[in-house]
């Protein structure tokens, strides 16, 4: 990567000055149309040499010229230092691009242990379009980390021990006879995925009128916990017949989790740690439930306690989430626990991580973090609903958006690859997510999605389905022929690989994948541009034709490597 070797070089001519070297910093050009790179440093020189600026670029770009020849050092007053590569290196660039099975991305040399809590679906409730960001950019932050060489353990949480579930077992006894469990002999009742997910709706709109149901569902709520013959092994059935339907869901968004891990997982871990906050003196009870003071003296906002367990005894979301990071630390020992998880829940974030470093759950620098995300709206700017205002389920999301993404593929796609329209369509769903900041709302709009021009998933994969139609016509590069870069297009295309290269560490950096979105599609359109004025498949003169191609084929490979790392897949046609 030519940034990094400039930097490199750029810092040995200072030290060969005697210049301190930590204020060189080669930079990409922010004047594109006079220089690829430049230098800025010898502003922040001049304070510490008390010399001009423009003497102290001169001095470096002289120094520079005669040690290289890979680009030129120019010096524009007051003391700019810019550097235009060579076409030489820039060929240079392409070969060691295309030789490269990582397309120029390195691994870090510091690698993390890294936990990654997303998705966190709750049991018994169908993934809806509220599940979709946690799980799109979840998935990309862990590809991403994974890529870059750090060990990555990506963990669901589902949402499977809270009151919830006595919600839908006090549902369920209403409408079946659940003896079985009780130890009699009736047959074991058939409780069908329809079932749970009309249970669980009626039952929570239940609990909030009706007193007397909202006791008995805290009631099993606390007995479950307790593992009470009955209850449990009902639970654990629910389950299942929940689980086989969510691990669908992600299969069809191509979504992977390591650990399939719940609040339920953490069990044995809740106890103890609770009593050891007592007995340290960091837990009290106030109004029969136990809490913990978080607030700092720092604290510009009110920061309530922490609520730990309820006055009937049962657990409850900030102690099952604490008691995983007991069993995180103890079972996998990370640097970073990551969770992404909806900005809404910045506050249960914030108690939570303040609570596990005041009572040493951590390490000093186990890293906690919230990362969060906006909310999915709808065209017209609120909460995506259903036309007829419910909550869209992710199933009913995925299947209209493959429907849509299926029309805009050719019969020839279709029939190469029967599973194309889910696989565009979702790569759709994913970019239309990631592309944005993930700290804003987003629109949610299944016809500009879906669209083949414009900043989109479909617009990426169709790049590169064209990249590969090409290489199938006019034939693979041959290194060994040589190469020539010469002209604006394809040195474009060259600086946008970079840019892209470059933004695989800012989005591990500020855990942003619409770093990697955006410089994706820079280079997509930097390649559209070239491809359409260069007449690659008609070209005789054998260096010309072999460069293009070979530019064309690694563009293609960072392009694919780049929707894989986003968790898009690719198809052959479209
Ligand atoms: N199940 C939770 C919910 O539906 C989300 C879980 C997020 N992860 C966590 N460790 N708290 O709100």
Redesign the pocket.
């Known amino acids: 990567m030519l940034i990094r070797t400039l930097n490199e070089d750029l810092k040995a001519v200072a030290r060969e000055l005697e210049y301190p070297e930590d204020k060189i910093s080669v930079t990409y050009s922010d004047r594109p149309d006079l220089c690829q790179f430049q230098c800025n440093g010898a502003f922040g020189l001049a304070k510490v040499l008390r010399r001009a600026p423009l003497q102290i670029a001169q001095a470096l770009a002289d120094k520079f010229s005669e040690r290289y020849t890979y680009a030129k050092a120019e010096v524009a007053p007051p003391g700019f230092l810019n550097f235009v590569v060579t076409d030489e290196a820039f060929s240079d660039l392409l070969k060691e691009f295309l030789s490269d099975p990582r397309c120029g991305v390195e691994k870090t040399d510091a690698p993390r242990k890294i936990v990654i ?6 049991i018994a409730k169908p993934l809806h379009v ?2 979709l960001r ?1 799980a799109v950019i979840g998935e990309a932050l862990k590809r991403l980390c994974r890529f870059l060489g750090h060990d990555v353990t990506g963990d669901i ?3 499977d021990w ?1 009151t919830q579930m006595g919600l839908v077992i006090a549902g369920l006894e209403e409408r079946y006879d659940l003896s079985y469990y009780f130890g009699s002999d009736a047959p074991k009742p058939e409780i069908t995925l329809a079932d749970l997910n009309e249970v669980y709706p009626m039952a929570s709109a239940r609990s909030k009128e009706d007193e007397a149901f909202r006791a008995k569902a805290q009631e099993i709520t606390f007995r479950l916990q307790q593992h009470e013959e009955g209850y449990y092994p009902l639970w654990q059935d629910i389950c299942a017949t929940s689980i086989a339907d969510i691990k669908k869901d992600y299969a069809a968004l191509d979504v992977e989790f390591d650990l399939w891990n719940g ?1 339920s997982t953490c069990d044995k871990y809740v106890d103890p740690m609770i009593d050891s906050f007592i007995e340290k003196g960091f837990a009290y009870e106030s109004d029969g439930a136990l809490i913990m003071d978080v607030a700092e003296e720092t604290d510009e906002k009110p920061m309530p306690p922490i609520l730990l367990r309820k006055s009937n005894g049962a657990q409850i ?1 900030a102690s ?2 604490l008691a ?1 990071i007991v069993e995180r630390m103890e079972t996998i020992d990370p640097d970073e626990m990551w ?4 900005a809404r ?1 910045g506050l ?2 914030e108690q ?1 991580f303040r609570c596990a470093r005041k009572t040493g759950l951590v390490k000093e620098d186990t890293v906690l973090q919230h990362v969060p995300f906006g909310t999915v709206n709808g065209t017209d700017g609120k909460p995506f609903k259903t036309r007829e205002g419910g909550t869209m389920k992710l199933k009913d999301l995925i299947a209209i958006i493959s429907d849509a993404a299926g029309k805009q593929l050719s019969e020839g796609a279709l029939a190469l690859d029967p599973e194309a329209p889910r696989k565009v369509g979702c790569a759709a769903l994913k970019y239309g997510d990631l592309v944005c900041n993930r700290n804003k709302n987003y629109i949610f709009d299944i016809d500009k999605f879906v669209q083949f021009d414009g900043k989109t998933g479909s617009y990426l994969l169709y790049s590169l389905v064209r990249i590969n139609s090409l290489l199938a016509k006019a034939g693979q590069p041959d290194l060994s022929l040589g190469l020539k870069i010469e002209d604006k297009e394809e040195r474009e295309v060259l600086m946008k690989m970079q840019l892209l290269v470059t933004a695989y560490h800012q989005a591990f950096e500020e855990k942003l994948p619409s770093f990697l979105c955006e410089a994706a599609y820079d280079l997509a359109n930097a390649f559209n541009v070239f491809y359409g004025s260069h007449k690659i498949v008609g070209e005789s003169d054998p260096l010309r034709r072999n460069t293009w191609l070979t530019l064309s084929a690694a563009v293609g490979n960072l392009l694919k490597q780049t929707l894989t790392v986003l968790g898009m897949e690719t198809v052959p046609a479209m």
Request: no cysteine; aromatic share 16%.
């Open positions: 809590d997303y998705g966190g679906p709750n509220g599940h946690s949480h589902l949402g809270g609040e979301y099952t989430d995983t969770y992404v998880v909806d829940q249960h974030f939570l």
